[in-house]
């Protein structure tokens, strides 16, 4: 039965094969791990502790002084066919008396192979051969402590021989994933089976300052685990734990705790993450995602499967290419033409026109004039960052106006409250804010101070449209202002849903309010930015960020190809203005 990091199987490594090479009289046994030596300032400096490094497997130094051109070929064939560190295979070592050998599961070390031509037919050539161990060593796990050693482990601390070996454990955002578990050993702790991937480990450091603890973590690659591993699920801002457990006496010291900000790989066999714990994204200016016409997904990956989603929209786009897009909306070969639309990750606001009855014209409702009114865009909200909203209490937004359109007796305006997916908004009503016993506040959305039109009437959701920015966005989430009835006039960009008609635009991941509110008869003009949002979040936490898989999707990854994850965005929450909508709108 294979073991699983996360979902991914482990590929089993069968040995095969023997070492080609017989090592020079000398070598090939058995090296000795390095020892570091801790030396304490009591006893006259004359006590120490000493530590052997390594995971406790074997390694072997091989070593030839001459080899001849059809050795140095032999070996270099073994080497390839190994695929170097990864295959297995028998090394027979001689034993420390010099009489027979003893056969080793071994692999080569995770280096290069190299060697120094001495003639035109020899070469010298050194190999470090390590022990793949055949069976699983396990301790029972006693106790755990969090950063400070407890007192039993305190004084097992100073007894003259000590064996720690470090954990990690990496847990994914995406819901019911399961922990990945690892080490620089395959061992089972507590029950828990550690794979042996952790090559190396450093940074894990703090201030005294306000900076942020770093840590990089270097992990085993050679079988593209880990590459299956971060094609498979998200790592961005996964967490990952960095423990020390004590053979002696059985406890795990949780050291670290942080979240995944970059991966990287290539075609070698390493894989490595940079974490920082949580004051990382403090210390961040803004969130890095912006307002931009332009799409940030990669093409026919996973934040854009087109291979599983899209179709050419051939009819409108003639042109359109499969293989490729030009990141916007409606060019031709951008989402429109690949069928995308509710993928789209730019935001894209459009001038709107309606016809509507002038009021302040004509005489108790005859005569009036027909007029046409067109929504003005914000274009100022471009390259403007977009805002993250966290919060664990109801909290007032104000939002950034991407259009708006004056329509006689009414306003309608289009605002973007952040990114999204957004777990609710406020549902409107009424409170008690100063204790009194009558409910006079309102809690809610409002433009202008005003709430939509429908509020305190027998329709109160007319006037008012809330997304909360899903990516892909829902089938009904039109980036647009609306206009009554069935307005399409065989429009193929017009769609009719519901009893309004809309301009048929997404901005997937984005979260935006529509609100329409009473206004005086007759046209005022004015500019989008003379107007204000106040969009009003529930009190329950935001729901777990979208992830933005910038790299390609599972099974398209070349080893090659090296991958980075996005800069984490910062907190942000937005405090400017009172949280209180002030006094009864419906009163003004």
Known sequence: MPDYIGNIAVPEIVPSGVFPLVPDYGYGLAIRP????????????????RYLLGNGAR??????????????????????????PY?????NA????????????????????SWEMVADWACSVGVTLVEIPST???????????????????????????????????????????????????????????????????????????????????????????????NDVDLYRASIEFSLFHVGTGIKLDLWKGDI?????????????????????????????????????????????????????LLHFPGADPTRCDKNYETPNGCLAHGMKRYYGGIVAE??????????????????????????????????????????????VNCKIAAGRDESDFYEALGIVGEGPLVAFTTPRMEDKDGDGKQETFVGHTLDGQPHHGWGTSNPSYGLRTCLGGDPAGDTDFFSLDQSGDVTGGDWRKVYSGNSTYKDNFAAGTSFIVIRRSDAKGLQLSRPGDHAIRAHRSSRRRRERQRRLRHRGPGRAAPEVRHRAHERPALQAHQDGDRRSGADPRRA
């Open 34 to 49: 390095e020892v570091v030596i801790h030396q304490f300032g009591s006893g006259n400096c004359k006590v120490e502790q």
């Open 94 to 113: 001689p034993n420390d008396d010099g009489i027979g050998t003893t056969p080793y599961i071994c692999r080569f070390a995770n280096e290069p192979l």
């Open 136 to 230: 699983t060593p396990e301790y029972a796990l006693n106790s755990t402590v969090t950063r400070f050693p407890s007192e039993a482990l305190k004084d097992a601390l100073l007894s003259q021989v000590q064996q720690v070996i470090p954990l990690v454990k990496i847990q994914p955002l995406q819901a019911g994933y399961p922990a990945i578990y690892l080490s620089d050993r395959r061992c089972t702790i507590g029950g828990r089976l550690y794979q042996a991937r952790l090559i190396d480990f450093d940074g894990i450091s703090q201030g005294m300052g306000n900076e942020a603890d770093d840590a990089s973590f270097t992990f085993g690659n050679a079988d593209r685990g880990m590459r299956d591993l971060a």
């Open 261 to 313: 900000v970059n991966w990287s790989l290539d075609a070698g066999p390493e894989f490595k993450a940079t974490a920082s714990d949580g004051l990382y994204e403090l210390n961040l200016p803004y969130p890095t995602r912006k307002i931009s016409r332009t799409c940030w997904k990669a093409f026919n990956s996973q934040a854009c499967p087109f291979s599983e989603h899209g179709a050419l929209d």
């Open 87 to 91: 295959g297995a295979f028998t090394y």
């Open 351 to 396: 001038p709107q026109g309606v016809r509507i009855k002038d009021n302040s014209t004509g005489v108790w409702g005859f005569g009036r004039s027909t007029i046409t009114s067109v929504s003005l865009v914000a274009e100022s909200i471009y390259d403007r960052v977009l805002s993250e909203i966290y919060t664990d209490t109801g909290m007032p």
């Open 59 to 84: 390694r072997f130094l091989i070593r030839r002084q001459w080899l001849r051109d059809s050795e140095r070929i032999a070996l270099r064939n073994f080497w390839e066919s190994k695929y170097g």
